[in-house]
């Protein structure tokens, strides 16, 4: 047919602004603020997906992946989603119907993790704790001896407690009870003490949005060679197209093999991110984190406010202050927003209207923002008694 | 434990330089050049994922893409992830095990429809015909006669071949059928005629990289009301977390729920993208994609190159082909990208070695783009026989 002859509907060809939106400080759980190297880098032009300069870059990006995870695993790349794709590549990549997991859940990912490994068909049991708190070594050891699982799953960072789950002695546990350990290392990556290889860590996933800086949409997922081995074992079909890391390892590999096109600027952008963390290195990176995290507590504690966290596992990336009594957790919310362009967000799930989560992450975290906050969240909470 | 106690491996802490590629002429079959004003763009600051103008911004792209897509669909939303994410979002959530799905199979992306929709446990029947062939309407009637299938799988504009599958009256065969109408329009939407309400496509899903001129990392997806029935009336959970469209209709939708974190910057690309449809209008944009395409199949013509689709099928967006009798595949395309930084590819699977692929999408859909790959393709050519 003629192109002159289709009646076009014109109803949904609304007018638009050129794009534009008010500065916002971005002190939530995520994402924080990009940096803008990060943008900048995102803007370069494009190249295509087997292009001989991108396959070089993404030879960086693994390597520098490995530099923040502290990891020499091979294994080591971006997937093209946000940090749940990369939560969900590793259980659908792992699980075969009918195998077990333990999962560790303290938190609203703990929860989420779950939910994923129920739909890959495995048998899953969970180890529970008050959301704020964490796994001792001889819980972990119990679970393990009770329930037998082929995958451990641990949070690392619980984005919605803000609690720092210890790993010492897990990883050795885990190979004396021939499982698997994944850790979910979304809020710790780039930010908060992480030594994936030597805490014997096997499947680590992150994000891109919160300590490292670059905008959502990439997520770091690294499999060992434990992992590794399970996944060449599998008798089915990873049963998710998309997240196959069987295909997708041919691509990251030596072969090159297309199999979906890569997200070429978002790629740009985490290897920049992953630039300036390997520039500032990670000892100054996690120093930093922890020196401005405590200055924020001791402002928090000046006003009163306690933190929900215990300071023994606190993370330095993610305080969640508890909302005091009298005071309108919406209200104060929306007037950091309205009056200061400050995002904090609420508690989820259980810790819902009880606390606030507060993120100083990647260069976010710094002097300056700390201060901001502490005077911006005075005038809030002085005007928002309910 | 203190920061400084940790050892740090430093292997991998490697120097890289400033981000920087060689401008390339993206002439294959995507990812396009990206609209410098789309670049721009996405270097915005960040604002969150439930900030109110993020939202706003949401809505501005829903209506936009429906203008797109010439479709009145509410539930039409961009996936967070490449094409191919979108093409499993469709399938994941229309399948339940044991539904029966017929897919027209006449290039690579028809295959990758078969692989995905097995894996979510559909009896999965083919209709097949040569690669570069479309369906005519009576192989369809006799398909849909023969399976009854609960969906149809059809690919509208084969990026493997070149070849534009007609819609007429299919709509009208499945509604008969009882069957969901399933249109794969990665390489139409933005520069081909498609109208889906017209042409009663229930599902549709697309890339951004193509015919848009925005970076890969987000997917357009749109679901019409028998489709939404049909995932209403779900006994079983979708098979597949991240693209569970069920959670996600409440972040689309008045509810704004949190399922993951948007990828914020895509999303401002993905906007300016269809801002820039939406100012030229689909009517002068499709005009000018064949005008285009025309003007590089005289030209090819005039170089003795024979186009592998014939004439009436043979998509303007994407066009294969032949390479003649004693010309190194290889070699033309390696000097293309060597000498004049014009990226074209080879073919895909049945037509590898067979047809070079040749996209003029969106903006590179224009004169010079024409002038220069048919002068650097003769000389390419002529320095490389066998």
Same mark, same amino acid.
Request: charged share 20%; proline share 4%.
């Given at each position: 047919?003629?192109?002159?002859?289709?009646?076009?509907?014109?109803?949904?060809?609304?007018?638009?602004?050129?794009?534009?939106?008010?500065?916002?400080?971005?002190?939530?759980?995520?994402?924080?603020?990009?940096?803008?190297?990060?943008?900048?880098?995102?803007?370069?032009?494009?190249?295509?997906?087997?292009?001989?300069?991108?396959?070089?870059?993404?030879?960086?990006?693994?390597?520098?992946?490995?530099?923040?995870?502290?990891?020499?695993?091979?294994?080591?790349?971006?997937?093209?989603?946000?940090?749940?794709?990369?939560?969900?590549?590793?259980?659908?990549?792992?699980?075969?119907?009918?195998?077990?997991?333990?999962?560790?859940?303290?938190?609203?990912?703990?929860?989420?993790?779950?939910?994923?490994?129920?739909?890959?068909?495995?048998?899953?049991?969970?180890?529970?704790?008050?959301?704020?708190?964490?796994?001792?070594?001889?819980?972990?050891?119990?679970?393990?001896?009770?329930?037998?699982?082929?995958?451990?799953?641990?949070?690392?960072?619980?984005?919605?407690?803000?609690?720092?789950?210890?790993?010492?002695?897990?990883?050795?546990?885990?190979?004396?009870?021939?499982?698997?350990?994944?850790?979910?290392?979304?809020?710790?990556?780039?930010?908060?003490?992480?030594?994936?290889?030597?805490?014997?860590?096997?499947?680590?996933?992150?994000?891109?949005?919160?300590?490292?800086?670059?905008?959502?949409?990439?997520?770091?997922?690294?499999?060992?060679?434990?992992?590794?081995?399970?996944?060449?074992?599998?008798?089915?079909?990873?049963?998710?197209?998309?997240?196959?890391?069987?295909?997708?390892?041919?691509?990251?590999?030596?072969?090159?093999?297309?199999?979906?096109?890569?997200? @070429?600027?978002?790629?740009? &952008? !985490?290897? %920049?991110?992953?630039?300036? #963390?390997?520039?500032? /290195? +990670?000892?100054?990176?996690?120093?930093?984190?922890?020196?401005?995290?405590?200055?924020?507590?001791?402002?928090?504690?000046?006003?009163?406010?306690?933190?929900?966290?215990?300071?023994?596992?606190?993370?330095?990336?993610?305080?969640?202050?508890?909302?005091?009594?009298?005071?309108?957790?919406?209200?104060?919310?929306?007037?950091?927003?309205?009056?200061?362009? @400050?995002?904090?967000?609420? &508690? !989820?799930? %259980?810790?819902?209207?009880? #606390?606030?989560?507060? /993120? +100083?992450?990647?260069?976010?975290?710094?002097?300056?923002?700390?201060?901001?906050?502490?005077?911006?969240?005075?005038?809030?909470?002085?005007?928002?008694?309910?």
């Amino acid at each position: 047919m003629e192109i002159e002859h289709y009646v076009i509907n014109e109803t949904h060809r609304i007018q638009t602004q050129q794009l534009d939106v008010y500065p916002r400080f971005l002190f939530g759980p995520g994402p924080s603020n990009a940096h803008p190297r990060i943008l900048q880098a995102m803007s370069m032009r494009m190249v295509g997906h087997l292009d001989p300069q991108f396959l070089a870059l993404m030879d960086e990006i693994q390597e520098l992946l490995r530099y923040a995870w502290q990891t020499d695993n091979r294994f080591t790349i971006p997937v093209s989603g946000t940090g749940s794709a990369a939560m969900e590549a590793s259980l659908a990549n792992l699980i075969e119907p009918g195998d077990k997991i333990l999962v560790g859940v303290n938190g609203y990912f703990g929860n989420r993790m779950v939910d994923m490994a129920e739909r890959y068909g495995a048998e899953v049991h969970q180890l529970r704790c008050p959301w704020g708190e964490v796994f001792s070594l001889e819980e972990i050891r119990q679970g393990l001896e009770k329930y037998r699982p082929a995958i451990l799953g641990l949070v690392h960072a619980e984005t919605s407690t803000g609690a720092c789950q210890p790993f010492d002695g897990i990883g050795d546990l885990c190979r004396q009870y021939d499982c698997l350990l994944l850790a979910d290392t979304v809020t710790s990556l780039g930010g908060v003490p992480l030594l994936l290889d030597a805490w014997k860590i096997d499947v680590a996933y992150s994000g891109s949005q919160k300590c490292l800086n670059c905008p959502p949409g990439i997520a770091p997922l690294t499999l060992g060679d434990r992992a590794l081995a399970k996944l060449k074992k599998r008798k089915s079909k990873v049963a998710n197209w998309y997240l196959d890391m069987t295909m997708l390892m041919n691509y990251w590999g030596e072969n090159r093999t297309y199999h979906h096109t890569a997200p @070429i600027n978002m790629n740009y &952008g !985490l290897r %920049e991110a992953l630039r300036i #963390v390997a520039e500032e /290195g +990670l000892e100054a990176r996690w120093k930093r984190h922890q020196t401005i995290a405590q200055s924020l507590w001791d402002g928090l504690a000046e006003m009163d406010l306690a933190c929900h966290v215990a300071r023994e596992y606190r993370l330095p990336s993610l305080t969640t202050v508890v909302i005091p009594e009298g005071v309108d957790d919406k209200a104060v919310r929306q007037r950091l927003l309205k009056e200061f362009n @400050i995002e904090i967000a609420g &508690g !989820l799930g %259980e810790l819902s209207g009880k #606390v606030w989560r507060v /993120g +100083l992450m990647g260069f976010n975290s710094r002097s300056a923002s700390v201060a901001l906050l502490l005077s911006a969240l005075k005038i809030a909470i002085a005007g928002a008694g309910k």
